[in-house]
Structure formats: C-alpha cells, structure tokens
C-alpha cells in the first residue's frame, strides 16, 4: 500500500548529486512496465539500457520460471553484479537506465552506493491492473503465480527521498510524459537524443 501522507510531505530528490552520471533506476513489481518505460527512456534520453534480469543466474532464472521466489541468497550476487555494472559505466560516464524490482530496501540502497546521481522512479499499481498485463505478455520467464510473492516483497519506497511514484494505470505514452518531466527536472538533462 502506498504510503501517501509521507509522499505528499517529503520533497522527492536524486541520490548521490554532486555525481556527473545519471542513472535512473524504474523499479517496481513484475508486470509494472519497467523494462518498457526504461527503454523508452534510454531511447530519449540516449542512455544505455540495462535490464536488471539479464544479471540474473541461470539457476534464478529457473527457479522463477517454477514459480519459486527468490531468497535473498539468491538476490545478494545479483544486486552485486548491477553495482559493478554500475560502477564501471559511472568510471567511463556512461548514463543509464536500470529496469530493476526494487524489491528490498538494501537492495535499493546497495545499488545508491555504486555512487551515481541516480532517480527513481517507482510504477506504482494495483495487484489486479498488473496482474491482468502479466497474463497477456509474452515470452517472459516470470509466471503471473509469482505476482503475490511480488507484492508482499515490495518494501514500500515511498519515504526514500530519490523515489517518484508513477501511476501504471494510464496509457504508456502519457507515463512516459510524466517520467520525462521528472528527468528532466531531476536530472538537469539539458538535450535529449
């Protein structure tokens, strides 16, 4: 459940400013529209697109596909090898966008630390509305029969002061809008590609 007292009372900002590469980070749960918001932001804004499932292990991967949540065990080199990614594209100056769950807080704040003046941008929605996208997309490992585990996962981010909260509801040109806005503003980028 969204945390709306403290969104409306805390003034969102960006992680890590005084850095001079940006990354935004679309978290949400599977079926939010991470991988196509960050695409299309990556096309925009002429960042490098990073998809936080290709740094999964072929055994994670396979335990989704069985409809196993992952452990934290299973989650601490996956989180490990985005901040090295990270890191390496911050060393050469390399902006990017990260399509990443965002599941747990340390997570999140573990890929904070990787330095760069990083956004984020949370697609926030019902169980329902994101349930009925996961049943219609095709050829993703991840099974709708994990969205329960999904949700209850998700430690609400609303409090931590880099994250906007974008309603997945509306149609995706118009999401892409408003994130755009926010980067904008956020990210004092002063072209787009």
């Known amino acids: 459940m969204t945390n709306w007292l403290a969104l409306m009372t805390s003034q969102p900002t960006v992680s890590n400013p005084e850095s001079s590469t940006n990354l935004i980070i679309v978290m949400g749960v599977s079926g939010s529209g991470k991988s196509t918001l960050a695409k299309a932001l990556g096309d925009i804004y002429g960042y490098e697109f990073l998809d936080a499932d290709d740094f999964h292990s072929a055994e994670s991967r396979a335990l989704m596909a069985k409809a196993i949540p992952l452990t934290d065990e299973h989650r601490k080199p996956w989180v490990a090898a985005i901040k090295q990614r990270l890191q390496s594209n911050d060393a050469q100056n390399i902006h990017t966008v990260l399509a990443f769950s965002g599941l747990k807080k340390k997570h999140r704040d573990e890929l904070r630390t990787a330095g760069l003046r990083t956004l ?3 697609l926030d ?3 329902e509305t994101i349930g009925d ?15 329960d585990s999904q949700f209850a996962s998700m430690e609400d981010p ?3 002061p880099d994250v906007h909260l974008l309603d997945v509801r ?7 809008q408003q994130a755009c806005g926010l980067v904008d503003k956020y990210l004092n980028t002063s072209t787009k590609a």
């Open 133 to 147: 996208r996961m049943v219609h997309r095709t050829n993703h490992y991840m099974p709708v029969a994990l969205l």
């Open 120 to 122: 984020v941008l949370y």
């Open 158 to 160: 609303t409090a931590e």
């Open 170 to 176: 509306p149609p995706v040109h118009q999401v892409v």
């Open 125 to 127: 929605g019902s169980k």
